[in-house]
């Protein structure tokens, strides 16, 4: 890989030490080197400014540098920036904690933080398996999990997501063993998989699923009718039901999080992302009080046995604290459903495009489905140029801007994705 023209001495003299994520460094184009971040911009070493149309993976939903955020995060670091969690806890973990438990439906209680999402997910796996173990069922072990379905990068996460069309399809077979079946959608699919769980249900200690989006699967849209239809399901059997929300959380279904859309309450949610309006890393895994429930007991190997070093950093939970008070001061969710119109009309024109095969819009999710993409790395070099920062993943064009974008940034989005894929 070369490094780009004008490459700082910091770039020249640390990219051959850095290891890239999802990258063929032999191919790739080098990664663009940045100078900071304001609002719904990224400003590169080089000066030149590209409105961000991913907003850093759909975390920073507040925009970048947001002033209320940064102060939380500036008091909290003259208080305490970090210590341990174990025989210890603070306030900004706790008052996060308790808003998180009010803000969730139904009785999503109890919170166990983490540092990243794929953590979150792990964490929501061992909590589902040692539900079982500390009844004494050693034989629901297994779960089932969803085609087009991402739930992370470690290895259990992995185990759960879609073992042919996702990321980590070279690891297919050597990994733990779960199902993975069709989302309930149609009629075949809603007999397969109840036909699945009449006869596997009782080695399985529950199901995982992304609510309404599956999102680095491919950002695949179901209605809440296939949500409903899981729930049930797993009410019909005693499964536990976890919602991956690391995607969907935090308003970017256009409810605060998809369940609320979808009306239904999970046994385990996980959150991160725009967690901490995407300021720090910070997750949370939050369970349904049976399933704290079936920990509380006086043998300590029924305790849940898992503590990242780093789990509920104050500053991460002050970040988050203060991302709270911005949806509740702020017009989040009504500005998430303006953008999904911006989306619809603005992405709109792409389904005359040859080579489109679909354009769809949920809450401030846009997606523009191609064919194919021959040339990945002129594409996306096509949107650099034009000034805005896109990543187009597979066969898969997407926005998702922070839920702050200002309607001049938000059409230069859309029209540049027109204009880019009609020249492409
Ligand atoms: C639905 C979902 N689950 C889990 C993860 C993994 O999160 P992290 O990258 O923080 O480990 C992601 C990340 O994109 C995600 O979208």
Redesign the pocket.
Known sequence: MENPPLAPDWYESGFPHIWLPYTQMKTAAPPLAVSHTHGTRIVLADGRELIDGIAS?WTACHGYGNPHIRAAVSSQLDLMSHVMFAGLVHKPALTLAARLAKLLPGDLDHVFFSD??????EVALKMATQYWLNQGVRTRHSFLAFKGG????TIA?MAVSDPDEGMHALFKGLLPKHHVVDLPRDEDSIMAFDAFLERHADTLAGIVV?PLVQ??GGMLFHGAEVLQHIRAAADRYGLLLIC?E???GFGRTGTMFACDGAGIVPDII?L??ALTGGTMAL?ATVARKKVFDAFWSDRPEHALMHGPTFMANPLACAAANASLDLFELEPRLAQAMAISESLEAGLAPCRDIVGVKDVRVMGAIGVVELNKIDDMNALKQRFIDSGVWVRPFNRIVYLTPALTIGDEDMAKLTQTVVAVLKDA
């Not at 991402?150 to 990068?153: E, F």
Request: proline share 0%; net charge negative.
């Open positions: 993976w990243s999402g794929s953590v979150a997910v991402y739930h992370g990068d996460t992304e999102g680095a991956d690391i995607f969907t996980t991160s992302k997750a």
